[in-house]
């Protein structure tokens, strides 16, 4: 039988999501977790892998187990075995043909920026930080170029293990909310660190080091090398993971509200 599961999670305390040799990762936990509620061990694979202090409101994962339980047992039985900061939402039977990450027809993150001169104390982990005034209209306006099919190889980690660096952008917008800047985007699929990479060089365009049109140069570039530092995955969190209506998800996986933020 094959069980797919939304979940959310605070990734301040882990060291990602992937499963790794020295443990502590959002995936141990899950499964750790699973494998208690089946009797048997579990492995679960997921729609989207966060790095390490990237949060989720709205992961995806499926799981094979070869023995029957209620479906609230996937949810209360998980989350009575899960750290204080994982909760699962919801779990669905599903056919053997689901796979949590190529069936994924788009992912959304966001990501919450702090505008203020006073680093975080009370969002600490929470929201990434920048002290200087920001161009909220500058920044808008280079991110215009950034919707439809583009090689992002200039937001791409030296890491990535993507196929290909042409990805589908169908959305990118920023906004102001007290002081916070909130970023949205969702594309077919992100770049490791792509979004974080996307944000910095946003930034520099609000400071005044970079102009729109150098930042549209950036892109059509296609070299990591010019463009600027990695922000911090404090504010990042993946907040949608879309599938079609044939495999009847909880909302069909789209984007799953936030926890609650001061607005300060």
């Known amino acids: 039988m094959r069980i797919a599961l939304g979940l959310e999670y605070d990734g301040a305390g882990f060291s990602g999501w992937q499963s790794q040799a020295g443990g502590n990762t959002v995936q141990d936990a899950l499964e750790a977790a699973l494998t208690a ?3 048997q061990p579990v492995r679960v694979v997921c729609a989207g892998r966060t790095d390490a202090g990237v949060h989720a ?3 995806v994962v499926h799981f094979d187990v070869a023995v029957s339980r209620p479906v609230t047992a996937w949810v209360r039985g998980a989350n009575a075995h899960l750290p204080r900061t994982v ?3 919801w779990a669905v039977p599903v056919a053997d043909d689901f796979h949590a990450r190529f069936c994924a027809r788009a992912r959304s993150y966001r990501y919450l920026l702090l505008n203020r001169p006073e680093r975080p104390g009370l ?3 929470r929201v990434g930080w920048c002290h200087r005034p920001l161009d909220l209209a500058a920044m808008q306006e280079a991110a ?3 919707p439809g099919e583009h090689d992002f190889s200039s937001f791409r980690a030296a890491g990535c293990q993507a196929k290909t660096p042409i990805k589908t952008l169908y959305r990118f917008d920023i906004e102001r909310q007290g002081d916070l800047v909130v970023f949205d985007c969702c594309a077919n699929a992100f770049l490791h660190h792509m979004v974080r990479n996307l944000v910095g060089a946003l930034v520099y365009v609000g400071i005044g080091r970079m102009r729109p049109a150098e ?3 950036l892109l059509d570039a296609r070299d990591r090398r010019l463009g ?3 922000y911090a995955p ?3 969190y993946l907040t949608g993971v879309e599938y079609g209506e044939q495999w009847a998800l909880p909302q069909q996986g789209r984007i799953m509200a936030l926890p609650c933020l001061p607005i300060v």
């Open 234 to 236: 404090d504010g990042l």
């Open 228 to 230: 600027a530092p990695t």
């Open 87 to 89: 909760a699962v939402r």
């Open 215 to 217: 930042f549209v140069r």
């Open 57 to 59: 409101s709205a992961q």
């Open 37 to 39: 509620v089946a009797g």
């Open 123 to 125: 969002l600490a982990g």
């Open 144 to 146: 215009a170029c950034l």
